[in-house]
């Protein structure tokens, strides 16, 4: 299967290579954004350029799609977004996102969020999108309830980061109820 790109209003959602790598390290080195993504912040380049190298292994094996999320305006990679733990025998994935602070609170994580949603229910037929979310994290908390999105539970010391372990909410959307709300 080719890469699917994608597109919205102010968005276009490409495939991460490796000319991304300045973009990736930017923002994954940034406290502010590797704090609720359950991985210590990058210090060298070349971890980026292992997590591209990851992304690109789970499109090939089918088990993940990762996105670059870049601005139409002048071409600049924001972050990225994409469906992790894609099982398409079960028709389940889970959705995760970061976006540079520059960006935030300005809707294009939301934009980005739908888009891939749309991919999700609508080409790859699959019937839940779940979310691991860290409690603390109320923005995105708040975002995805505001897509859809139910909270599940507490899987509790579910990651560890920072020599800690951190809690984290499920939230999950199903098909039915994404399509419900698109009508």
Do not use: C
């Given at each position: 299967?080719?890469?699917?790109?994608l597109?919205?209003?102010?968005?276009?959602?490409?495939?991460?290579?490796?000319q991304?790598?300045?973009?990736?390290?930017?923002?994954l080195?940034?406290?502010?954004?590797?704090?609720?993504?359950?991985?210590?912040?990058?210090?060298?380049?070349?971890?980026?350029?292992?997590?591209?190298?990851?992304?690109?292994?789970?499109?090939?094996?089918?088990?993940?799609?990762?996105?670059?999320?870049?601005l139409k305006?002048?071409?600049?990679?924001?972050?990225?977004?994409?469906?992790?733990?894609?099982?398409?025998k079960?028709?389940r994935?889970?959705?995760?996102?970061?976006?540079?602070?520059?960006?935030w609170?300005m809707?294009?994580?939301?934009?980005?969020?739908?888009?891939?949603?749309r991919?999700?229910?609508?080409?790859?037929?699959?019937?839940?999108?779940g979310?691991?979310?860290?409690?603390?994290?109320e923005?995105?908390?708040?975002?995805?309830?505001k897509?859809?999105?139910s909270?599940?539970?507490?899987?509790?010391?579910?990651?560890?980061?920072?020599?800690?372990?951190?809690?984290?909410?499920?939230?999950?959307?199903?098909?039915?109820?994404?399509?419900?709300?698109?009508?």
């Amino acid at each position: 299967m080719a890469f699917p790109l994608l597109e919205t209003k102010r968005l276009k959602l490409i495939e991460i290579t490796h000319q991304h790598v300045d973009s990736l390290y930017e923002i994954l080195s940034l406290e502010d954004v590797t704090k609720f993504y359950g991985t210590n912040r990058f210090t060298l380049q070349v971890e980026a350029s292992r997590l591209i190298d990851m992304f690109h292994k789970n499109f090939l094996e089918k088990r993940g799609i990762r996105w670059g999320i870049k601005l139409k305006e002048n071409q600049r990679i924001i972050g990225t977004v994409g469906l992790n733990a894609l099982h398409l025998k079960n028709k389940r994935a889970e959705i995760g996102y970061e976006l540079h602070p520059s960006f935030w609170r300005m809707g294009y994580a939301s934009e980005a969020i739908k888009e891939v949603l749309r991919f999700g229910f609508n080409q790859l037929d699959l019937n839940r999108i779940g979310a691991l979310v860290y409690p603390e994290n109320e923005a995105s908390v708040n975002l995805l309830m505001k897509l859809g999105f139910s909270k599940e539970g507490i899987l509790r010391g579910y990651i560890h980061q920072n020599e800690q372990f951190h809690d984290t909410y499920v939230l999950s959307l199903l098909q039915q109820e994404w399509k419900n709300s698109q009508e």
